[in-house]
């Protein structure tokens, strides 16, 4: 009896080790976005952090820069940015616009500081939102350990809802909470175009 118990406790010790693991978010590494005419593209470097002691340091803070692809093949820097790295940007065709989309916010619940969805012109904030002001019903939301889920794109979607997250020729940026609420973006300012509830 003693030796079972030790079994399925060493076998529940592995299991919720294995269940923290894969519910940990992805290391944050250098990514690059291309607009989608593949005449411009962004690259996001994410923070370098050093352990000092106990404490870890930043010696780099993240950044970003736009370039566009010139006829001879020389790349212009169009402009940068600093202070955050994000998983999920999507650029305009010119490279004057940018999208952050914030995926997997840390807790169970929307909350105001967590990044819904922002909106950049030459690397200048315009407007954004948090996920408690764009999902309209908590209570749809899907928490993990660590995270939660508030796009409808992360969980079973409809057969006929695209769940890609696109910035369209006209810049205008959907997306589909998983409350059902879908919102149209004008990327150029960050205003809502429309909203369609369930």
């Known amino acids: 009896m003693k030796v079972i118990l030790r079994v399925n406790v060493i ?3 592995i299991l919720c080790c294995q269940a923290g693991w894969a519910d940990s978010e992805a290391p944050a590494e250098p990514i690059v976005t291309v607009s989608e005419n593949r005449r411009c593209f962004f690259k996001m470097i ?3 952090r050093v352990r000092r002691g106990r404490r870890l340091q930043t010696v780099r803070e993240a ?24 998983f999920e940007v999507l650029l305009s065709n010119d490279g004057k616009y940018l999208v952050r989309v914030g995926s997997h916010p840390a807790g169970s619940r929307p909350e105001a500081k967590d990044l819904g969805v922002a909106f950049y012109k030459n690397g200048q904030l315009l407007k954004s ?17 660590s995270h939660y889920m508030w796009l409808a794109r992360d969980v079973a979607a409809e057969p006929d ?18 409350d059902g609420v879908a919102y149209e973006f004008d ?7 429309g909203t369609r509830k369930p």
């Open 11 to 13: 076998l529940g010790l």
């Open 46 to 48: 994410p923070a370098k």
């Open 161 to 178: 809802f695209d769940s890609e997250l696109r910035l369209e020729w006209e810049n205008v940026f959907r997306l589909k909470t998983i």
């Open 129 to 145: 939102y948090s996920t408690a002001e764009l999902v309209k019903d908590p209570r749809k939301v899907m928490a993990t350990a």
């Open 187 to 193: 990327a150029t300012t960050g205003q809502i175009k």
């Open 63 to 86: 950044f970003g820069a736009a370039y566009r692809v010139e006829d001879d093949g020389q790349l212009t820097e169009l402009w940068k940015t600093s202070g955050w790295y994000n």
